[in-house]
């Protein structure tokens, strides 16, 4: 039935005007159409042998070459090649305007899905392009096959067709097909094959026509007219597929392989990688003859310049989507290193790679100073891993007696550390583990897209024409007419639509807008906006019976609390250019959260940033704030704004439709945004950077406020910094107060606390602290908090050093618990209870709970049978707080100090009900 299908669409006048047969192959029983009537063999490996080793087929020819061969060709015949910023006439091998997948695994998915799908127009038609592309499938076979590689280029030209707009379709793809080869790189005719095959892939399908010469697949001809849908009629591999609402040409011309069989070497890293793999024989210190090393030296060439396309292209190695699939790769790198005992660093072979990529790819080479020090940083990460994971190898395998799938997906995936190294320990520990076949590349597809998400209850369809967003049209508007077209009750009141509104839905990391909404002289508090497809929901406190349909109503937002959002929403736009411009181009929004009070940004970087990098950071965004830059808010056609700003529009993520509302701020940042903004960065007025971290590996977060909110803050700032020296008054002098929020910040660096716990920790720790009487000079705070932190830990020091006379005044207080040799000891102690309880109980037939100002601290001698993790939580529930620890010792505290001797009460009485349930057992 297949059979009948492909003949169907693929039986083409072009074949038979030309003289070509179609033949079934008698070893794969595939159908292929050739000149040659003679021959029953498709000419695909394995039916066949690869013929063009040592005898290259058609004009010897560089990659350069081919490429350019190519690109002109169908410039020739009425393509049009592409051009972005940054990248020029390719896309990024990250997939930045895909919410599916991270890495660019093919031409046709630089437009896919909003071109494929038809909803936006393509940016050419025809077009032609050569586009580098990263897969990861087999990874194992990389090197080793001969032939397979992470990072290639597809070549393609690409032809848009709507049923009544043909631009061209199967017989014209194949003409160009045949004149390429011929013509360009001058392979003849009767040495070509067009094998028979039905393509799938990113939710589309079509037959196609594999293109075959030497025993090598060198081009793909896929003619796309299906879809991938429930309800469709056409069944291939277990999904449904219905018509496409476009034919796509969608052709794929391996530019590797055509570069491969012009040259004829053993292999294709021969030819395209001949300096690399010349310098990395020469460098290794490995017997570079040994047929173990030669395939790693394969690999190795083949993965530095995959990495210098993931790095350049702005990938921060990471342990999420793409940036786990860099890691995997340096990891990979790093230990092909190794094996060939290398004397260079993978920085260094990336670094020669970003050279020789520089004359056509001379973005990748700008960003050489961050993707040095990302593979420095990386490299030092992949020792520690090692060094501690053959411990952690170890103890799992005496825990659990072996190691399953299970055990290496987890050692590689949640600590990093490769199948054959955790083989190799496992060996020396007597157990043999076989590692699962393809098992890094089986890891690789699992991290290469999202996880589809559950299917969402399907929300009820309103029927009613979109609303006007009138927000869009004047983000400085405060009030507005309408007309109520829609009610519904829910348990928090009344939902409402309108035919137009200023309100501001929630989206986009920007909190939906407050106001009210008058009806009839009522007025109602707009306590929530969401919205739902083209429209608008608006929740109102008002009772269902007070709104009618078909009333007039009139708006009005809450103008202070909109615009303090939009200072804060512009002003994450103004820091990321300033991350950009100070840290590198790699730099990418991972998330943000507008309030009032602050806004929270987080971005990609492969370290944390220094303080010295915060203040420059903030110092100039507070540069393009003076700078007084009018800010730029247009809706545009979606190819028109990736041509002009390229794919750095969508660091919020990917909006749909054709059109898109860009928000340029010329020289700074541009980004597709639905949020409402400001129409200068003056009006932003200054930005305070509150605070800067590294919330996760490869992810960093910056909270700041704008405006008055930054004043505000300094004003708590102020607050809390004379709080502090009010507190610290009696025992200190300070005679400078400066740079207060620096000041704050050291000093709680200092007790390794955030600064909203200064105040607390400090009193804590003058309460800790027995003082002279006499009042120490300090500079400033942090001097006199240094002088306060060396007293309290020469303090808890003597603590620790429990005087024998106390020893023996805790053991005069002991209670014979009746019927036992258990002696049950109940008291407070001046001196650290750890080491009190811990003393005592070194003799047999003790129990001991002691309250030392701060926690009690329960212990229990050797020989006696008690769980004390089992009173412990109530303990400290009485002090309000909880309580744990290990069998013979716990530790139970809460804020609620002053009930200390009534949790020592109850430590009493459920000790000796601990004790009596012992003895009866």
């Not at 021959?39 to 039916?47: E, K, N, R, S, T």
């Not at 496992?426 to 590349?441: D, L, M, Q, R, T």
């Not at 507190?727 to 600064?755: C, G, H, N």
């Not at 530790?891 to 609620?896: A, I, L, T």
Request: aromatic share 8%; hydrophobic share 35%; glycine share 8%.
């Amino acid at each position: 039935m297949m059979d009948r299908f492909l003949q169907s669409q693929l039986d083409l006048n072009f074949f038979h005007d030309n003289g070509f047969v179609r033949k079934k192959c008698s070893s794969c029983g595939e159908y292929f159409w050739t000149l040659n009537s003679d021959i029953d063999l498709c000419g695909d490996v394995p039916c066949v042998d690869l013929s063009f080793i040592g005898k290259p087929i058609g004009k010897k020819s560089s990659l350069r070459q081919v490429r350019e061969g190519f690109l002109s060709f169908f410039e020739e015949h009425g393509h049009s090649r592409l051009f972005y910023p940054e990248t020029g006439e390719r896309c990024p091998v990250v997939a930045r305007w895909r919410s599916d997948i991270y890495l660019t695994i093919a031409s046709i998915a630089d437009f896919q899905p909003h071109v494929t799908s038809g909803e936006v127009p393509p940016p050419a038609n025809p077009l032609a392009i050569s586009q580098p592309c990263i897969r990861l499938n087999d990874l194992e076979k990389v090197g080793r096959s001969g032939r397979h590689l992470t990072i290639f280029e597809m070549m393609g030209h690409h032809a848009f067709n709507k049923k009544e707009n043909e631009v061209y379709w199967k017989e014209e793809t194949v003409a160009y097909c045949d004149e390429f080869f011929r013509r360009i790189i001058g392979i003849p005719r009767e040495m070509i094959t067009y094998k028979e095959q039905l393509w799938e892939g990113g939710g589309n399908a079509g037959p196609c026509l594999e293109v075959l010469a030497g025993g090598l697949e060198v081009a793909t001809l896929v003619f796309m007219n299906m879809k991938e849908d429930l309800n469709g009629g056409f069944l291939i591999n277990g999904k449904r597929y219905a018509e496409n609402p476009l034919n796509i040409v969608d052709t794929g011309y391996g530019l590797e392989r055509i570069t491969w069989i012009s040259t004829g070497t053993s292999t294709i890293y021969d030819s395209i990688f001949p300096d690399v793999i010349k310098w990395l024989r020469e460098n290794a210190t490995s017997p570079s003859s040994s047929n173990d090393v030669i395939p790693d030296i394969y690999a190795l060439a083949d993965h530095s310049k995959c990495l210098a396309f993931m790095l350049g292209d702005g990938i921060v190695p990471s342990n999420v989507k793409a940036g786990y699939l860099a890691r995997v790769i340096i990891r990979r790198s790093l230990r092909f290193i190794e094996k060939l005992k290398l004397q260079v660093s993978l920085k260094e072979i990336v670094d020669m790679q970003l050279s020789l990529l520089e004359k056509d790819f001379p973005s990748l080479k700008k960003h050489k100073t961050q993707i040095d020090e990302i593979l420095d940083i990386e490299t030092k990460k992949y020792i520690e891993t090692l060094s501690r994971g053959e411990n952690l190898v170890r103890r799992i395998i005496r825990e659990r007696g072996t190691l399953d799938d299970k055990a290496l997906i987890s050692l590689y995936d949640t600590h990093g550390l490769p199948p054959d190294f955790t083989k190799k320990i496992a060996e020396k520990e007597g157990i043999n583990i076989s590692v699962p076949e393809n098992f890094e590349s089986r890891i690789a597809e699992l991290h290469s897209h999202e996880k589809k998400m559950e299917k969402q209850i399907e929300r009820k369809k309103i029927d009613l024409p979109d609303t006007e967003l009138l927000y869009y049209k004047d983000h400085y508007a405060k009030e507005f007419d309408a007309i109520i077209l829609w009610k519904n009750k829910t348990e928090e009141g009344t939902e409402i639509i309108l035919d137009k509104t200023m309100f501001y839905p929630e989206g986009g990391g920007q909190p939906s807008d407050r106001g009210t909404l008058t009806v009839d002289g009522k007025k109602f508090f707009v306590k929530h906006v969401k919205k739902n497809d083209g429209l608008i929901i608006h929740l109102i406190d008002a009772n269902y019976a007070d709104i009618e349909v078909g009333g007039k109503i009139h708006g009005h937002i809450d103008w202070e609390y909109r615009y303090t959002l939009m200072k804060h929403h512009t002003g994450t736009h103004l820091l990321n250019g300033a991350l950009r411009k100070i840290l590198g181009e790699h730099i990418w929004q991972a998330g943000s959260q507008i309030r009032t009070e602050e806004a929270r940004f987080d971005f990609s970087h492969y370290k944390t940033i220094s303080d010295k990098e915060k203040k420059r950071i903030e110092e100039l965004a507070n540069q393009f704030i003076q700078q007084a830059i009018d800010v730029e808010k247009k809706l545009m056609d979606r190819n028109l704004a990736e041509k002009k700003y390229g794919f750095r529009l969508y660091q919020g993520g990917v909006p749909s439709g054709n059109k898109i509302r860009v928000i340029n701020i010329p020289e700074v940042d541009v980004e597709a945004c639905g949020g409402t903004h400001l129409n200068n960065t003056r009006e932003v007025e200054k930005i305070r950077i509150l605070k800067a971290e590294r919330i996760q590996d490869g992810v960093n977060r910056i909270i700041f406020a704008a405006g008055k909110m930054a004043d505000a803050h300094q004003d708590r700032e102020e607050e809390l910094y004379n709080r502090i020296i009010e507190l610290l008054s009696p025992v200190y002098i300070i005679r400078e107060k400066r740079d207060v929020s620096q000041q704050l910040k050291e000093t709680a660096d200092m007790f390794s606390i955030p600064i909203s716990h200064l105040e607390k920790t400090i009193k804590r720790f003058l309460d800790e602290t027995k003082e002279e009487t006499d009042k120490t000079s300090a500079t400033d705070l942090i001097e006199a908090c240094k002088y306060l932190f060396v007293k309290w830990k020469k303090t808890q020091k003597k603590k620790k050093k429990v005087p024998s006379k106390e020893i023996k005044r805790l053991k005069k207080l002991a209670e014979k618990i009746p019927g036992t040799d258990i002696r049950l000891i109940i008291a407070t102690s001046e001196y650290d209870s750890i080491a009190t309880a811990g003393a005592i109980t070194q003799e047999n037939n003790y129990i001991v709970h002691i309250y030392d100002g701060n926690k009690i601290t329960s212990s229990a001698s050797g020989n006696v049978a008690i769980d004390l993790r089992k009173i412990a939580p109530e303990i400290g529930s009485v002090l309000g707080g909880s309580g744990g620890g290990k069998p013979r010792m716990t530790q139970s505290g809460g804020p609620y100090r002053e009930k200390a001797i009534e949790a020592l009460k109850k430590a009493e009485e459920l000790t000796k009900k601990e004790i009596i349930k012992s003895k009866k057992k």
